[in-house]
């Protein structure tokens, strides 16, 4: 019992080195490549970047087809993706394997584009997979919340610093990372007071001039409406130039050239302002890279972002990505759970009478437990939602195993046997009927995990570990647990005996 209970305990110390993860990859044979050239850059430059990567991904065997979106994200084509906002730097890129492509085969591919797409000058093009579970932007997101927007493009920069120098860290982005212009009129209201101009005419007239001004409709022959929209010609080689064309009404009637009365310039911004509970906030991000666990990336980051990053005032770091998803995705699991093992010790307290043999029965679970985190470990897999998933089914057929050798042996015990006599006839009786049933379920799960299904593997993993270290382990525990802490059961007297 004592040497069970050891290799219970160093099964344990294996978890913090499979890892948490929550959902994995998709097993469909797709990979999706994102393509953002720099802020600011013409359709066709986007364009002729996305050309040249499609020739170079139809040069690969394993790829059936490519289809491309540029100026804009794909339509919806799988459930958790979304289509992106219309920009003129960005461009999806579809990509088809064969049917029957293997789960080794899309992951060889995708780091193959990785590698090669890695430095194309103009442009950051990005390689993964459809990700299982919650839709979220990337596993790793950091959020710096706090009231201002430059303290927050500082905060973010440093932050973007420490991500790109840890290892295992794909495809960083900081959302302040580039500024946008925005074009700022600075008016001189003594001046505009001379000429007689007020601010409601002066900001009619710009807005008439940059966005146009509604000035009736024009009916069709069908009967449709056309807004007719008044405005200055527009001059695409160097918009700035349209100010010097707008002239302002005085309350007198004369016109008045806005660069008379106003200075125009350029001054940087931040290209988006997000909020989080009503509050502002910079948003930096990372994909794992090959070999690496995202649970351990992300505590690893968290950590050197507390030692290194000092925080002013009223700003604090936020972890979201995965780490939020997997909180919101088992923020009640843990009431479910002391709900599900009060109600299990409930329905074995009734069925037996005795809290001792519903003792017994409950051990067998940890022995479960060894054999399904060594699994994990030996196959590189991570401790996911699917894999708890398969935890909790292993209990269930251990639980019934176990039931039926406890219950055989209490019956054994009622009928006269004596208690060692028992012991051993239970176990070794019920011994049979308990391996052909693992044996059953374990050849059943055998092609899952042949499969090397990202979402359906680590369940089976989990199950054949479980129930080979259970069958064999309970073959000792069990008995042995049962020959030192005997239930009570109630003795039949000979005749009863007799006729049993």
């Given at each position: 019992?004592?040497?069970?209970?050891?290799?219970?305990?160093?099964?344990?110390?294996?978890?913090?080195?499979?890892?948490?993860?929550?959902?994995?990859?998709?097993?469909?044979?797709?990979?999706?490549?994102?393509?953002?050239?720099?802020?600011?850059?013409?359709?066709?430059?986007?364009?002729?970047?996305?050309?040249?990567?499609?020739?170079?991904?139809?040069?690969?065997?394993?790829?059936?087809r490519?289809?491309?979106?540029?100026?804009?994200?794909?339509?919806?084509?799988?459930?958790?993706?979304?289509?992106?906002?219309?920009?003129?730097?960005?461009?999806?890129?579809?990509?088809?394997?064969?049917?029957?492509?293997?789960?080794?085969?899309?992951?060889?591919?995708?780091?193959?584009?990785?590698?090669?797409?890695?430095?194309?000058?103009?442009?950051?093009?990005?390689?993964?997979?459809?990700?299982?579970?919650?839709?979220?932007?990337?596993?790793?997101?950091?959020?710096?919340?706090?009231?201002?927007?430059?303290?927050?493009?500082?905060?973010?920069?440093?932050?973007?610093?420490?991500?790109?120098?840890?290892?295992?860290?794909?495809?960083?982005?900081?959302?302040?990372?580039?500024?946008?212009?925005?074009?700022a009129?600075?008016?001189?209201?003594?001046?505009?007071?001379?000429?007689?101009?007020?601010?409601?005419?002066?900001?009619?007239?710009?807005?008439?001039a940059?966005?146009?001004?509604?000035?009736?409709?024009?009916?069709?022959?069908?009967?449709?409406?056309?807004?007719?929209v008044?405005?200055?010609?527009?001059?695409?080689?160097?918009?700035?130039?349209?100010?010097?064309?707008?002239?302002?009404?005085s309350?007198?009637?004369?016109?008045?050239p806005?660069?008379?009365?106003?200075?125009i310039g350029?001054?940087?911004?931040?290209?988006v302002?997000?909020?989080?509970?009503?509050?502002?906030?910079?948003?930096?991000?990372?994909?794992?890279?090959?070999?690496?666990?995202?649970?351990?990336?992300?505590?690893?980051?968290?950590?050197?972002?507390?030692?290194?990053?000092?925080?002013?005032?009223?700003?604090?770091?936020?972890?979201?990505?995965?780490?939020e998803?997997r909180?919101?995705s088992?923020?009640?699991?843990?009431?479910?759970?002391?709900?599900?093992v009060?109600?299990?010790?409930a329905?074995?307290?009734?069925?037996?009478?005795?809290?001792?043999s519903?003792?017994?029965?409950?051990?067998?679970?940890?022995?479960?437990?060894?054999?399904?985190?060594?699994?994990?470990?030996?196959?590189?897999?991570?401790?996911?939602?699917?894999?708890?998933?398969?935890?909790?089914?292993?209990?269930?057929?251990?639980?019934?195993?176990?039931?039926?050798?406890?219950?055989?042996?209490?019956?054994?015990?009622?009928?006269?046997?004596?208690?060692?006599?028992?012991v051993?006839?239970?176990?070794?009786?019920?011994?049979?009927?308990?391996?052909?049933?693992?044996?059953?379920?374990?050849?059943?799960?055998?092609?899952?995990?042949?499969?090397?299904?990202?979402?359906?593997?680590?369940?089976?993993?989990?199950?054949?570990?479980?129930?080979?270290?259970?069958?064999?382990?309970?073959?000792l525990?069990?008995?042995?647990?049962?020959?030192?802490?005997?239930?009570?059961?109630?003795?039949?007297?000979?005749?009863?005996?007799?006729?049993?």
């Amino acid at each position: 019992m004592t040497g069970a209970a050891l290799v219970f305990g160093l099964s344990l110390m294996v978890v913090p080195v499979i890892g948490f993860s929550l959902f994995p990859t998709s097993e469909k044979p797709i990979l999706l490549v994102e393509v953002t050239t720099e802020p600011g850059s013409a359709l066709s430059h986007t364009d002729k970047i996305t050309r040249g990567l499609e020739k170079q991904i139809l040069k690969k065997e394993d790829v059936a087809r490519v289809s491309s979106n540029i100026g804009k994200g794909n339509p919806r084509i799988y459930y958790n993706e979304f289509q992106k906002q219309n920009a003129d730097n960005i461009a999806q890129l579809v990509v088809y394997l064969g049917d029957r492509a293997s789960v080794p085969e899309i992951e060889k591919l995708e780091s193959e584009l990785r590698q090669e797409f890695s430095s194309i000058a103009g442009a950051t093009v990005q390689v993964r997979r459809f990700q299982q579970g919650t839709p979220i932007s990337a596993p790793i997101e950091i959020r710096i919340v706090g009231p201002n927007l430059d303290t927050l493009e500082n905060l973010a920069n440093k932050v973007e610093t420490i991500f790109k120098e840890t290892e295992g860290t794909l495809y960083v982005k900081n959302d302040l990372q580039y500024e946008k212009a925005d074009i700022a009129i600075d008016v001189d209201k003594d001046k505009a007071g001379l000429y007689g101009i007020n601010g409601a005419e002066l900001a009619r007239t710009v807005r008439m001039a940059i966005a146009g001004l509604e000035i009736g409709k024009l009916r069709s022959g069908e009967g449709d409406e056309n807004p007719i929209v008044l405005s200055i010609k527009e001059n695409s080689l160097n918009p700035i130039e349209n100010f010097d064309r707008i002239q302002v009404s005085s309350m007198g009637g004369a016109l008045v050239p806005l660069k008379n009365i106003a200075e125009i310039g350029l001054q940087p911004s931040a290209p988006v302002i997000r909020h989080f509970n009503k509050e502002r906030y910079a948003l930096v991000s990372s994909f794992v890279g090959d070999g690496h666990n995202t649970d351990k990336l992300t505590t690893t980051l968290l950590n050197r972002l507390e030692k290194e990053l000092k925080l002013p005032k009223s700003y604090r770091l936020m972890a979201a990505g995965e780490v939020e998803s997997r909180q919101e995705s088992f923020g009640g699991i843990g009431t479910i759970i002391i709900l599900t093992v009060f109600g299990l010790l409930a329905i074995l307290i009734l069925e037996f009478r005795t809290f001792k043999s519903t003792l017994i029965v409950l051990s067998v679970i940890p022995m479960g437990i060894i054999g399904a985190l060594l699994a994990l470990y030996l196959t590189g897999e991570t401790l996911s939602f699917v894999a708890t998933v398969g935890i909790i089914a292993l209990a269930g057929i251990e639980i019934k195993n176990s039931i039926l050798m406890v219950d055989y042996t209490n019956g054994l015990r009622e009928n006269g046997k004596d208690l060692y006599e028992a012991v051993l006839d239970g176990a070794e009786t019920r011994f049979l009927p308990i391996l052909l049933t693992s044996l059953t379920a374990i050849g059943g799960m055998t092609p899952l995990v042949l499969e090397h299904s990202p979402l359906i593997s680590p369940l089976a993993i989990v199950l054949i570990g479980g129930l080979i270290s259970s069958t064999l382990l309970s073959r000792l525990v069990t008995p042995v647990l049962y020959y030192l802490i005997p239930p009570s059961v109630s003795i039949k007297n000979k005749e009863e005996a007799d006729i049993a």
